[in-house]
């Protein structure tokens, strides 16, 4: 495990849309720094993502200095989309749990509404510290995240998709592999280990920063879908339900709560803490 280090780092600015990658990060409490801060919603407040609007993933977000967005997509013109003032929030429907957040401009519900074809709305968490918590049986008090799935950050291994692209590549769906690692959508990748070594982790380092490794993640119909064509398959649900299922998850990945804040960097070692 000494060779471990950090392989690759994403955000996804509005959460569902295309993942940026990063050379350096600051890990903030919540997540890192920009990831999640975003998301569309429908008329009901329900927060809109691949699993209903696959066409998500063609849509980028540049995550401006002043943490404003530029938005664009195939066939739309760019639209900037600044940060709202403080002022009257919205109630998002986040998988069942209400969390408060501030609308959008007008022109970014058209520009979103447009591109999905769908009366939707975009909306920014302007507090991550007060706003969501974290699942109370995975997490110490006080707590938070930004509008990730469940938790601050998702951790893959590079090992780890090598070994389940070999078993796709042996079952009845093997032309759909090797699947690049954006079917999971992770944060940070993790080069140097075993294959699924992640899942004996309870809490390790990156670089400078000390994280709680909580959960496998469940893995869902997003993982299915191209991240570059927005066309679904059937992979690789079916190759996880057959060799990767916890209990009633799909497990792929590890979800992180940060311990502490600070930056973490391309090729910083990983160390294994318990």
Not at 178 to 204: C, H, K, Q, Y
Request: proline fraction near 7%; charged fraction near 25%.
């Amino acid at each position: 495990m000494g060779n471990a280090e950090l392989h690759s780092l994403h955000i996804h600015p509005v959460k569902a849309f295309r993942g940026v990658a990063l050379r350096s990060r600051a890990v903030e409490p919540w997540g890192l720094a920009g990831d999640r801060r975003w998301v569309v919603i429908d008329d009901g407040g329900k927060v809109v993502t691949q699993r209903g609007q696959p066409r998500l993933a063609l849509a980028a977000a540049e995550l401006r200095p002043d943490g404003g967005l530029r938005l664009s997509a195939p066939g739309r013109e760019a639209v900037t989309v600044p940060v709202p003032e403080p002022g009257v929030t919205v109630t998002v429907d986040i998988f069942g749990e209400k969390v408060e957040a501030v609308p959008a401009t007008a022109a970014a519900h058209a520009w979103c509404s447009g591109y999905l074809g769908a009366d939707v709305r975009l909306v920014h968490m302007d507090d991550p510290a007060r706003r969501r918590p974290v699942a109370p049986e995975h997490a110490l008090p006080g707590e938070t995240v930004s509008f990730a799935d469940g938790f601050p950050l998702l951790l893959t291994t590079v090992a780890s998709l090598d070994a389940l692209n070999s078993l796709i590549a042996r079952g009845d769906h093997a032309g759909e592999g090797p699947l690049p690692m954006n079917r999971f959508r992770p944060n940070v990748v993790v080069a140097g280990t075993a294959a699924w070594a992640e899942d004996g982790w309870s809490r390790i380092a990156i670089g400078e920063v000390a994280f709680r490794v909580t959960k496998r993640c469940g893995r869902c119909v997003v993982t299915t879908t191209d991240q570059r064509t927005a066309e679904r398959g059937r992979e690789p649900l079916r190759t996880l339900a057959r060799h990767r299922r916890v209990g009633g998850d799909l497990a792929f990945g590890q979800n992180l709560v940060p311990e502490r804040t600070g930056t973490i960097r391309l090729g910083d070692p990983v160390t294994i803490l318990g």
